[in-house]
């Protein structure tokens, strides 16, 4: 690193510098959590609304941003991972997909489980309201296991509709880094008839009873609410909410097969129009290849489907004489644990964010060559547009 040399490229150097430095702070309130194995999940509604979180003012780290439910993993509720210097921490498995049933429970309210036998589209397993919240504070307190606690209701978590959707990687930097596994879950899709009791499996076709998402009672957060995904990328680029570089860069990616509520035929959708859009969805999810081919691009993150992608976000050096002086943060490299395991991220986009002390501002996601250029070859990002 040049210092103080005074050259173009040594400043920028410096500037890169700086910027690793705020970020690396930065990302670790973004991933907030105390553990280093950590999970978020970004909770679909029956109408494709998301569900975020918003911290509390008063929280140390991360304070008022809006957040997916998440947490790190318990070895007394979830199980046990596997040995820090395992590349297979890194891998999406029981324990992550236990903690994030459990996490979510614990934050929102919703029990993403079901009776023994039934499929998600029969839906959720019910529990009065009561029973709902003397469980939170059960779990929430260790006072006893959630897969204990859930069998006693006779129901048990929903682990195989988690459906993995990247994984993120603190930067060398901070004393302790997080591998943490995103996650996406679509609540059970509603018809119009009402039911009796939701647990009823021949009533499978009627509407579906989702829990109103609420707050942990002022723990963690102050708020949980459903919103479009449009909605929530407006509010945080107007700077009314605060969302940091991965939650504002996955609700981008969404954006894409979930159409904002000014779309003309918003009114008009139906049961099979949200099913359509989580088809596109999970197609987009698994398919590669994930953006065009680039010479540019040496690890083939292109080849690498999203379920599976690791990011580790750095800072890039800005282009000699950019008027944009915001951070750009790399998206491609996996993070040193993962050098020559075949894993990436995303080479074809970048995020650009303002770091302050313990926030953010002016999140956006573009496309890497338009802001740094390619580097040789061409990278476009090949994505569904809304019709």
């Known amino acids: 690193m040049g210092q103080g040399s005074g050259t173009e490229g040594e400043k920028g150097e410096e500037a890169a510098a700086t910027s690793a430095h705020e970020f690396q ?51 007394f509720h979830d199980g046990t991972l596997p040995d820090q210097t395992s590349p297979a921490q890194h891998q999406d498995g029981p324990a992550y ?135 929530w990328l407006a509010q945080a680029r107007a700077g009314s909410i605060t969302l940091f570089p991965p939650q ?29 859009q989580r088809a596109a969805i999970v197609e987009f999810i698994k398919t590669t290849p994930t953006a065009a081919p680039s010479a540019a691009d040496r690890l083939g993150t292109h080849l690498i489907p999203w379920a599976d992608k690791v990011i580790s976000p750095e800072p890039l050096p800005l282009p000699q004489g950019a008027a944009d002086k915001r951070t750009v943060l790399r998206l491609d490299r996996p993070g040193p644990e993962l050098k020559g395991s075949g894993r990436g991220g995303d080479w074809s986009r970048v995020v650009r964010v303002t770091f302050e002390k313990g926030t953010v501002r002016d999140v956006e996601v573009e496309g890497r060559e338009a802001v740094v250029g390619g580097g040789g070859g061409r990278g476009e990002v090949v994505s569904r547009e809304i019709d």
């Open 25 to 75: 702070v930065s990302i670790s309130c973004c991933m907030m959590w105390k553990r280093v194995n950590e999970f978020s999940v970004i909770l679909l509604s029956p109408t494709n609304q998301v569900l975020l979180l918003h911290r509390v003012g008063t929280s140390s780290s991360f304070a008022k941003a809006h957040v997916f439910p998440g947490g790190n993993v318990s070895s």
């Open 248 to 276: 504002f860069y996955l609700l981008h990616l969404l954006s894409s097969f979930l159409p904002g509520p000014d779309h003309p035929q918003a009114k008009e959708w139906t049961t099979a129009d949200y099913a359509a």
């Open 97 to 231: 997909r236990l903690a994030a049933i459990r996490e979510t429970f614990e934050e929102s309210g919703i029990l993403l489980a079901r009776k023994p036998g039934q499929v998600r589209e029969q839906g959720l397993l019910h529990v009065p309201d009561e029973a709902r919240e003397a469980g939170r504070k059960q779990v929430h307190g260790n006072q006893v296991p959630f897969p204990k606690w859930l069998s006693t209701l006779g129901g048990e978590p929903d682990l195989e509709n988690l459906i993995p959707f990247t994984r993120w990687i603190t930067p060398i930097g901070p004393p302790k880094r997080f591998t943490t596994q995103m996650y996406l879950y679509m609540l059970p899709l509603t018809s119009s008839s009402p039911i009796a009791d939701p647990s009823d499996p021949s009533q499978a076709q009627q509407t579906l009873m989702v829990p109103t998402p609420t707050h942990d009672g002022g723990l963690e957060h102050t708020a949980a609410t459903f919103d479009n995904v449009h909605t």
